[in-house]
């Protein structure tokens, strides 16, 4: 029972009592564990870069992951709204860097060139690797703010150009600027964790009804113990007066057959 | 109808929940009192979010615009007083070369005025080299280096560096000073004529100069009009700037900050339920009936 609890705590799992006592455990409507037989459960590395559970079959395994509950399940559940979360920043970012480094590169630097990049990126994890480039970042002459190849230290046409990016609609379809849309995306992690709140509140509720219901089942009520306690003390002293009195009788039977 | 059971278990863990979840509201309520902001994560106001980030991207675009306003302000400052400046010793050469073309003086003592007008030539040329942390005021967008040459060329771009100071309005940051000092009227040039005539002794070509010259300290009382104008077009983008903060303030604070009366409040109550709720888990030990028996 108590390894049944734990289970569920983990990862979500139910139990079918049979008649004999034997629990039947399930995991999103498989059975993992039947009377002395037991499927393993194993994690791999999913093809979205996320973990996947996997429940052993007859032949290969079944994918169980979004089945399940739990501490587990909750977890997994948060690695993919995260997951989702940082997709949308990887294509914020590289929707930006790439706007961002062609109007760099319609410019000119100090030294009257055009410019080159002006933020680097990896495609694979745009959020995490975005940076500034390390040649602009060592030489701030390379900055190609300049409109015209003159290069003049007051001329920032270019760089006019390049603040106006921030209020271009680049996002969304074309319907969202970068200020709406980084908005956008912590607004949708706002509600995520709202309702992940909400949902955690309103399953702790649940958790401890079904933890009242079960120890009302399972569980020992001292005040019942106390009140049971107390009438087999009766019953018992009753029981003991009983007997008494019937050795008294046949006491005093016996004496008048003397 | 069934009854449920309770037992000593379910009791403490009913207890010890409340109390936990009491303890996470206390939590919440000293922050909220302690910060006085009501948002202080996403998830305080998720519908809010945009707007909050909103604003405060607004707010961050007018502290930029403060900061161009104080470096233009700089900058037309200084032009006000260099051209000030240039007005007075333009003035200067006009007395000079009014004096000089007269009888009362003769060839000789022009030949030392010249000394004199060159002195005020170099004092113009200088100060159309008016600096602000290193940047020329009157070299245009090539602010880097020096506006005018020693002989009155100019060396500088034939525009103007500005910076937006509101969504509509971009400030001066300097001047082309081709325009403002050898627009109409070459101011160098008048001078170096009058150094030229002084230097020959010729009082005719002095006295030809004196229009010229008078002509020069119209131009640059015109260009100093000009940079006055700009200065009064910056007070009143900074007036609207400064009106603009105090709306933005004003919009959020309403989104994310805490009403301290409500919150110290509320913050009373919670704090009175968690000493209730701690009491009741410390009495409730003791309270069985085994315990009366």
Known sequence: ?258 | MSLIRTTWNSRLTSLANVTSRIGAQLAEAQEVAASGAKVSRPSDAPSDVGRIQSLKAQQARLDTYADNQATSDGMLAVADLSLGGISDALAQAQELAVAMASETYNDDQRVDAATQAQAIFDQVVDLANAQVAGRYVFAGRAYDSVAFESDGTYAGSADQPTVPVSDQLDAPTGYDGSDLLQGTTDVFAVLDSLVSALEAGDADAVAATIDSVASAVDQVISARSQVGNDMTLSIDAQDLSQSLQTELARQLSVLTDADAVQSYTHLFDVQTAYEAALQVTASSKGSNLFSLM
């Open chain 1, 1 to 258: 029972m108590a390894e049944v609890s734990t289970l569920a705590d983990d990862i979500g799992v139910k139990a079918v009592f049979g008649a004999d006592g034997t629990a039947t455990v399930m995991v999103g409507g498989h059975a993992a564990v039947s009377g002395t037989h037991a499927r393993t459960l194993s994690v791999e590395r999913g093809s979205d870069g996320l973990p996947a559970v996997k429940l052993a079959a007859d032949s290969g395994t079944i994918d169980v992951t979004n089945d399940l509950g739990g501490k587990l399940g909750g977890r997994m559940d948060a690695a993919s709204t995260v997951s989702g979360v940082l997709d949308d920043l990887d294509t914020f970012v590289s929707t930006f860097a790439d706007e961002m480094n062609g109007v760099h590169q319609a410019g000119y630097d100090r030294n009257g060139d055009p410019g080159g990049d002006l933020f680097t990126y990896d495609t694979s994890s745009a959020a995490q690797s975005f940076k500034v480039d390390p040649s602009v970042l060592d030489d701030g002459k390379l900055l190609a703010l300049a409109g015209a190849s003159t290069a003049y230290a007051g001329d920032g046409d270019n760089l006019q150009s390049m603040i106006d990016v921030e209020e271009s609609d680049l996002f969304d379809g074309g319907n969202r600027n970068g200020t709406e849309q980084i908005s956008a995306i912590y607004s949708t992690v706002g509600q995520a964790l709202s309702s992940a709140e909400t949902d955690s509140a309103v399953h702790q509720a649940q958790a401890e009804d079904l933890q009242v219901l079960r120890d009302s089942i399972s569980g020992v009520a001292l005040d019942q113990e106390a009140t049971d306690l107390m009438t087999w003390q009766a019953a018992y002293q009753a029981s003991a007066r009983v007997v008494s009195v019937a050795d008294e009788m046949l006491g005093e039977l016996m004496d008048l057959v003397r």
